[in-house]
């Protein structure tokens, strides 16, 4: 294997998902820990500064700060280079969460041992599960009282949709949670406390041992070996294949807190998990190691600052070498260029880079040529990646300018605002320009919407709630337009459209969702929509 592909084949490119307080942030920092990138845990995030409340402009500026350095996070372990992504939750959590799972190769789904699965967990998972990238679980705060495991998994394959395997079985829960039993070795990982800033001691022994009786206890022990059996008996069978299709999800129980549990789960889930995937170009598929560069931009995150107008493109290294002094050629604004200052961050700091690898996660300055989805690739090629999906926003406003006369910036910045990917805006079919519904997957986005408006538009907004919480696509079978008059709409369901004409229905209920389909069988209603 030559350099080249060695360090491509070492790149695991990941994203943890989750619902706000299963875990994400602390098993994040435990993986850096055990990776040896910060030395001990507590140091990535302020998280209690970043939780604060977010009506004034300052908070949100700091907010979106901290989800610029946390973007993605590289650092190293056993010899695999690792790129985690965030997907903000909370307040923060935007279309960008959803994007951001296009640049992953395989996702870490934290679910919460009391709780199980979450409304954000089901709507992360939904986006990974579309795309079939491996997903596994790490079911975490087994320190605390847990739900029964056996139940989880059922919950799991119920609510999700996708089989589990467990890989790892717990033992015990709470105060009493001692460690693991790996399914594979058929060992057991006995776990000590070093408080949560260190590494866990691990001690392994052997099933049968005759110790095991004073290390975890009688009872335990008892419980342990009837488990084993039910699981044997009733688990589906470990198919890697199945795995790295999305088909089957490895699961292991541990602690991020106490770290019981989390190197045992970062060695397989590295074994387990791809290096970086290839992705389509219209009917070609692009490998990573093809032998030439190419990226694409899932991310553009505006600079809040209104003396440094410029911006920040994010984008996925998908084939071969970036080298910082070669031009690239930027497929959508048809020029050959050089991107500036890319960087890269290393658990919290950022760093200038002269080279990066498919895999890899770049950031760049932008001047404003980047669009979500373009294609970056070396001179003389020409492909275009397949676009991005456009997720429905699940929050609406009717918006418009308080000053009437102000129409022209009014909808400049509200253009702007959407193409960088913070807003989704539509009209409906019959109305002018002096007002736009905007849409947004997270209400933080409004704040934002308002705040730039005014500070970079000098526009002050009239902002009016719609009842509205689901959007879906319209195809119909002809491909054309359709026309209000023949469609059957009840209460609490509009017809609007989106600025590149796509047409598109608003509903207040899930329940509207089902009953308008019913009543309009000439219609399909897609979730995702055709595309940046
Ligand atoms: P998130 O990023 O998914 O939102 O979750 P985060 O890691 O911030 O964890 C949410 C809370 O749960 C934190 O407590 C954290 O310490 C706790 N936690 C995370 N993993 C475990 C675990 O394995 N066991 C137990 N018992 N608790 C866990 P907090 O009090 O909200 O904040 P903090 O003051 O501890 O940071």
Known sequence: MSKYEAEISRRRTFAIISHPDAGKTTLTEKFLLYGGAIAQAGVVKGKKNSRAATSDWMEIEKQRGISVTSSVMQFQYEGFCINILDTPGHQDFSEDTYRTLMAADSAVMVIDAAKGVEAQTRKLFKVCAMRDIPIFTFINKMDREARDSFELLEELEKELGIETYPVNWPIGCGKEFKGVYDRGSKKIIHFTSNGGAKAATATEVELGDPN??????????????????????????????????????PVFFGSALTNFGVEPFLEHFLRMTTGPLPRTAGDTLIDSMDDSFSAFVFKIQANMNKAHRDRIAFMRIVSGKFEADKEVYHVQGGKKIRLSRPQQLMAAEREIIEEAYAGDIIGVFDPGIFSIGDTLCAPGKKFKFDPIPTFAPEHFRRVRSLDTMKRKQFLKGMEQIAQEGAIQIFKTPYSGMEEVIVGVVGTLQFDVLEYRLKNEYNVDLYMEGLPYEYLRWIETEDGEPVKEEDLILGDGVKLVEDYKGNQLLLFATQWAINWTSERNKQLTLLEFGGGW
């Open 212 to 249: 095991l009786d004073d290390l975890i206890g009688e009872r335990l022990h008892r419980q342990l070996t009837d488990e084993i059996e039910l699981l044997d008996g009733a688990a589906a069978e470990f198919d890697l294949d199945r795995v790295r299709h999305g088909k089957l999800s």
